[in-house]
């Protein structure tokens, strides 16, 4: 069966929309900022997206465009700026950053509340002791994916390929946290491919496209891939699709699998972050 993470979103969407209107109601808009330096095109492309989405749920939305040049002491007084905006509930600041910027610094500035990527020392460590706290998007995505379509994680062999601290790290843990017995696969791995057959959930991501064959598939074990690869002038994932679909009990395709979860929790993390800043925090 396929993963259907274009419905997924949209289902999800409308329901954070209705919420949206009924905190309006309430006199409460959730605000989110978005913050990028530099023209880096894939990141300008994801940021109109975010903004795009922001209008169309009803998100108050500022965007801050800094040219490449700026120092990291201007960004970070920025984001002192954002913490302390009473409008702003979310902030996001696009990666990757100038090479003259400390990342880590960056993120570590802002305000763990208004940490909507969830990439905060504050958020991964809530998340690891299983905390409620922001989650990373495209993680958060790939789990309410398997939640909506029902598919059972408890006891499951799940076999995360990818060791990122935005997508294997994160989503291992949320794995772990639904009871799943978790493997977690690198560069480094040995007898990977073993280790992949024995899997009943694989979820993949390492931006190597097709890398994922039926030879590395049991039968009925559900694949997710999470890979985004430009090859020839097309998205394709990381798992040789074609191959694999027939093999696996549930599947998701690249483009319209895991991808438009992302931007949709980034839009829940916000609303989530609106709210308790006006109710649960209170
Ligand atoms: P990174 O490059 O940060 O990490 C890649 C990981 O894959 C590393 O842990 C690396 O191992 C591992 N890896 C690379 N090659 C192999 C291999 N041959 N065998 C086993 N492991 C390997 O990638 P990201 O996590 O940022 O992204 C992964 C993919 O997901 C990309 O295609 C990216 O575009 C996509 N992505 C999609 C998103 C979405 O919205 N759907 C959001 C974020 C990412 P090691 O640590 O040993 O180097």
Do not use: W
């Amino acid at each position: 069966m396929i993963i259907d993470g274009k419905k997924v979103s949209k289902i999800m969407r409308d329901e954070i929309r209705n919420e949206i209107e009924e905190l309006k109601g309430k006199g409460f808009v959730p605000g989110l900022a978005v913050v990028i330096v530099g023209e880096n095109p894939a990141s300008q492309s994801y940021v109109r997206s975010k903004q795009k989405t922001c209008d169309a749920l009803g998100i108050y939305s500022e965007k801050y465009e800094l040219p490449v040049d700026t120092t990291e002491e201007e960004l970070l007084d920025l984001v002192d700026g954002l913490n302390n905006n009473s409008k702003i509930h979310g902030i996001l600041v696009q990666l990757p950053l100038p090479k003259h910027m400390d990342e880590n610094k960056v993120i570590e500035r802002i305000n763990p509340k208004k940490d909507v990527d969830g990439f905060h020392p504050i958020s991964v460590g809530n998340l690891s002791i299983g905390f409620d706290g922001m989650k990373p998007c495209t993680p958060y995505g790939v789990i309410k994916l398997l939640e909506h379509y029902d598919i059972p994680v408890e006891g499951k062999h799940a076999v995360v390929l990818g060791r990122s601290n935005i997508v294997g790290k994160p989503v291992s843990m949320m794995l772990l946290q639904k009871n799943a017995t978790v493997t977690v696969c690198h560069s480094r791995t040995q007898d990977l491919e073993a280790i992949l057959k024995s899997a009943d959930i694989i979820v993949v991501a390492i931006g190597r496209p097709g890398f994922l064959t039926k030879e590395m598939v049991k039968e009925g074990a559900v694949v997710i891939d999470v890979g985004i690869n430009r090859v020839d002038g097309k998205i394709v994932g990381d798992v040789k699709y074609d191959e694999v679909f027939p093999l696996a009990s549930y599947i998701t395709p690249v483009p319209g699998g895991v991808g438009p979860m992302t931007i949709t929790m980034l839009m829940y993390n916000t609303l989530k972050a609106c709210r308790e800043h006006y109710f649960d925090a209170k």
